[in-house]
């Protein structure tokens, strides 16, 4: 039998002597959901032609963990469908940094833990009638993992009420993990710049930060890959020199981590001497070219390395 | 009457990228099936350092013996002699992309192993997992009557092999060919999630270009899957990141 034979057999479905699949991802009888997300909402109501925030949020049980749409080894991200009633838009959909889980066998993986959020803006018609009731869901499909994987399938729901246009509605109960997960969603390009410089020298890419005491690289899975993750996307001090294998056209896409001292460690007296210093940690978009597209100018007969610049 | 949106997320941002296969096109040739290549091999005098060469690419692949449900010993050194095709597919039962997505809901493994194995391919299934995660004689037992496994499942203890082939999923899938050299890593198709097989099959793909003495266009695909469950007495990372507790 060929390959193209196999695939029709394949596409055809064909199940010898086995229980009929589910047409959902399987789904073993493993109890509830160890990762259990919620639509919640910023604010109390929605206001007519503003841009409301909501949040998809997990809550994780101890041990398990959700995975961010990383260049990890393993795992899956979080998929979502939303479903919004006429004239409502979604605008951006913000996942904050995750952390590096590294696992036996030198696996290295994006993951969330505890609790995660992720913030979405929505576009409120400006003809939204005050008073009614919206009702905003998505569809959602994740795996969640401890020793075991579990592929996940849920329907969310979130119920809003319209208010009167220009109203400042109150804080939902919900409102902290907004302000959470603010903390760690990477700041814009343009803001990076003043932070950190980032160039290639030869398939290395070095990023300096001047002041930083660790710096970290998260790769999207977009992203042109690493050589190695584990031992070259984070480092102590102030310089991170990554090696990734070359592959055209591929951008450099993920998330940079500067950590820096907590200057309010400084309070300390003298007999409260720790060993460890606070630190706080910045996150910004790193997106850019490859190294050859940042090859230096003087390679003007080769038009594959004319790119714009960036 | 409301107008259902539907807007797929997936990625942070608004910036729009392309899926993108790591599939990598391997430049070198494949070496002629020729009778000296294994004396030359033979030549090259003493063994390698103590640490175990990695797996690569284009190169000869580690050499390994592992023992099947049977008591069979397979040595890979000894089906290069016999000049076999051999496949390697690392596998979990329990996990949703190995056992459950490609043995019990869909026929992929069974099937592909089966169309070749005239054709002087050996597959071999290795379970490389803890005791506790499946990786026993009896789980593999379980699955292969489950499953009506025909070809050898190999307990891999310690998941000493999975080490010399850095093989971190289920499934992840190598192919050595007739001469030894690793020709194919990577996933079994193009579909990554638990339910759908994907359109194409990579390893099917590429064991009709290593019979018909072709390179393997793509020889290198990401793989997808569980993570392979190592022994866990690692402790290589020195930094304040998360170390998998279990």
């Known amino acids: ?310 | 009457m409301t107008r259902k949106v539907l807007v797929s997320v997936l990625m942070a941002g608004t910036l729009a990228f392309g899926a993108a296969a790591l599939a990598q096109n391997t430049t070198k040739d494949q070496p002629k099936k020729d009778a000296h290549t294994t004396k030359v091999d033979k030549d090259h005098g003493h063994d390698h350092a103590a640490e175990p060469k990695k797996a690569k690419v284009g190169e000869k692949a580690p050499d390994f013996t592992l023992t099947d449900l049977d008591g069979k010993k397979w040595t890979l050194s000894e089906l290069t002699k016999q000049r076999k095709v051999v496949v390697l597919e690392w596998f979990n039962p329990d996990c949703p992309y190995s056992g459950v997505k490609h043995y019990k809901n869909h026929q992929t493994m069974n099937e592909t192993a089966n169309a070749y194995k005239d054709r002087g391919v050996i597959w071999l299934t290795i379970n490389s997992g803890t005791d506790q995660a499946g990786g026993s004689k009896e789980r593999n037992e379980q699955a292969r009557k489950d499953w009506s496994i025909k070809h050898p499942i190999l307990l891999d203890e310690g998941a000493k092999v999975a080490q010399t082939y850095t093989s971190k999923n289920t499934p992840t899938m190598y192919i050595i060919g007739a001469d030894g050299t690793l020709v194919y890593w990577g996933a079994i198709d193009n579909d990554k999630s638990a339910d759908t097989v994907g359109t194409v099959n990579y390893v099917a793909k590429a064991l009709d270009q290593v019979l018909a003495g072709e390179t393997v266009t793509d020889a290198q695909t990401k793989p997808y899957g569980c993570s392979v469950k190592y022994p866990k007495n690692d402790s290589d990372s020195k930094d304040t990141e998360k170390k998998n507790r279990k």
């Open chain 1, 1 to 310: 039998m060929t390959y193209s034979a196999l695939i029709l057999t394949a596409l055809a479905g064909a199940i010898a002597g086995q229980a009929a699949p589910s047409s959902l991802p399987n789904q073993p009888d493993k109890g509830s959901f160890h990762a259990k997300p919620r639509l919640i909402s910023e604010r109390s109501s929605l206001v007519p032609g503003e841009t409301a925030w909501i949040g998809l949020t997990f809550d994780i049980d101890p041990g398990w963990h959700t995975y961010w749409d990383g260049a990890g080894d393993t795992g899956q991200p979080v998929n979502a469908k939303f479903t919004l009633p006429e004239g409502y838009t979604v605008g951006e959909i913000l996942w904050p940094t995750p952390e590096r889980l590294v696992s036996p066998g030198e696996i290295l993986d994006y993951v969330y833990e505890k609790r995660v959020t992720a913030l979405i803006s929505i576009t409120v018609p400006m003809n939204a009638k005050t008073g009614d009731d919206i009702s905003l869901s998505a569809n959602l499909w994740w795996l969640e993992c401890e020793d075991i994987c579990i592929p996940r399938k849920a329907d969310v729901t979130l119920s809003l009420p319209v208010a009167a246009a220009g109203a400042t509605p109150d804080p939902t109960k919900d409102a902290p993990r907004f302000d959470e997960a603010r903390k760690r969603v990477p700041r814009p390009v343009a803001e990076g710049k003043k932070a950190y410089r980032a160039e290639w020298v030869g398939d290395r890419l070095r990023i300096q930060a001047p002041g930083a005491v660790g710096i970290v690289f998260y790769p999207h899975v977009t992203s042109l890959p690493m050589s190695d993750a584990l031992h070259e996307g984070m480092r102590k001090g102030d310089q991170l020199d990554m090696e990734f294998r070359p592959r055209d056209g591929a951008r450099v896409l993920g998330i940079l981590e500067v950590r820096r001292p907590d200057d309010r460690s400084k309070e300390e007296t003298d007999t409260e001497r720790t060993t460890r210093a606070r630190l706080i940690s910045e996150f910004y978009t790193l997106d850019m070219p490859g190294p050859a597209a940042a090859a230096p100018p003087g390679n003007t007969k080769d038009p594959r390395k004319q790119q714009p610049g960036n």
